[in-house]
């Protein structure tokens, strides 16, 4: 099983720029279709951004469309969410995940049990 380890979290104005890290370890990440979900306290777990395992498809939530960008080096086992003109409501803990083999269809979104493997998150904090 892949060990996923998140990291770039912390805190930022609003309009701001972070880029998030999701190493892998374990397994070649060229194996996995990759996700990024988020959570708030007391809420379910949102979809953020999915990418194949070859890095030809990309698919983004809504509230995120046009302004995060997801990527991946599987050279270096990495998948990355650059975030930029971030806004308070996208403060939330970050999480990875890893999905071996194919996503489904993308119909909108995705959902956590589309997914396999998780990391243990990491925080984002923007302030107005």
């Known amino acids: 099983q892949v060990q996923l380890v998140e990291s770039g979290g912390g805190l930022v104005q609003a309009g701001g720029s972070l880029r998030l890290s999701c190493a892998a370890s374990g397994r070649a990440l060229s194996s996995y279709d990759m996700g990024w979900f988020r959570q708030v306290p007391g809420k379910e777990r949102e979809f953020v951004a999915a990418?194949?395992?070859?890095?030809?498809?990309?698919y983004y939530g809504d509230s995120v469309k046009g302004r995060f960008t997801i990527s991946r080096d599987n050279a270096e086992n990495t998948v990355y969410l650059q975030m930029n003109s971030l806004k308070p409501e996208d403060t939330a803990v970050y999480y990875c995940?890893?999905?071996?083999?194919?996503?489904?269809?993308?119909?909108?979104?995705?959902?956590?049990?589309?997914?396999?493997?998780w990391g243990q998150g990491t925080q984002v904090t923007v302030s107005s």
């Open positions: 990418i194949r395992a070859s890095g030809g498809n990309t």
């Open positions: 995940a890893a999905r071996r083999g194919s996503l489904p269809f993308y119909t909108g979104r995705y959902y956590q049990s589309d997914f396999g493997s």
